[in-house]
């Protein structure tokens, strides 16, 4: 069974920092993409950032520059690294992927707010 279960969120103050974690089960994970994407209060979900296999990363233009997307396949952990938070940051942030059968799989979720 696929499993994806983020942590790290919580309250922080604007310009701050807070790393967020997904651990990731029940498939080969060093052989996929691994995506972050958040959805802000009464907005659709968001794109924020991907890594392939192979390391590659990927950045929404929101985030370029603040965000830092990194894989520990040992691990089987997906980081987000996010810095200079800006209260438009404040969403759910899930963590995503898609795997060979087809199978699209979501974290449950973390709470990001960033507010003064």
């Known amino acids: 069974e696929v499993q994806l279960v983020e942590s790290g969120g919580g309250l922080v103050q604007p310009g701050g920092s807070l790393r967020l974690s997904c651990a990731a089960s029940?498939?080969?994970?060093?052989?996929?993409?691994m995506s972050w994407v958040r959805q802000g209060p009464g907005k659709g979900l968001e794109w924020v950032s991907a890594i392939t296999s192979g390391g590659t990363t990927s950045y929404a233009d929101s985030v370029k520059g603040r965000f830092t997307i990194s894989r520990d396949n040992a691990k089987n952990t997906v980081y987000l690294q996010m810095n200079s938070l800006k209260p438009e940051d404040t969403a759910i942030y899930y963590c995503y992927t898609k795997v060979a059968t087809g199978g699209q799989y979501w974290g449950q979720g973390t709470q990001v707010t960033v507010s003064s």
């Open positions: 029940g498939f080969t994970f060093s052989s996929y993409a």
